[in-house]
């Protein structure tokens, strides 16, 4: 069983930034592809960003997200960082990270096995 403990998270005007963490507690961390999914009030749980165990490969949704948000991995640390840059009002929403074993897709929510209990991030106009 993988913990999840994800941080960073809050409040940030148009065009901030925020970097938000996933600690998981178990060694075995660096055997799981991670991802970061969000839901916003009302909507579906969507895909943001995904990295394979070892970091040489990222996965990113085709418009909303690309180019303003980064995902990287500590496997040292046990740990996922999502950096996000540019936020817009539409990026509201509480963020999860995830762990997927390996072989899986990386874009669907039912790949990944291990969910943290998410943040939140509210971008003001």
């Known amino acids: 069983q993988v913990q999840l403990v994800e941080s960073g998270g809050g409040l940030v005007q148009a065009g901030g930034s925020l970097r938000l963490s996933c600690a998981a507690s178990?060694?075995?961390?660096?055997?799981?592809?991670m991802g970061w999914f969000r839901q916003a009030p009302g909507k579906e749980r969507e895909f943001v960003a995904a990295i394979t165990w070892s970091g040489e490969n990222t996965y990113y949704p085709a418009d909303s997200v690309k180019g303003r948000f980064t995902i990287s991995r500590d496997n040292a640390k046990n740990t996922v960082y999502l950096q996000m840059n540019n936020l817009k009002p539409e990026d509201t929403a509480v963020y999860y990270c995830?762990?997927?074993?390996?072989?899986?897709?990386?874009?669907?929510?039912?790949?990944?096995?291990?969910w943290g209990q998410g943040t939140q991030v509210t971008v003001s106009s």
């Open positions: 995830a762990a997927s074993p390996p072989g899986r897709s990386y874009y669907a929510r039912s790949s990944y096995y291990y």
């Open positions: 178990d060694r075995t961390f660096s055997s799981y592809a």
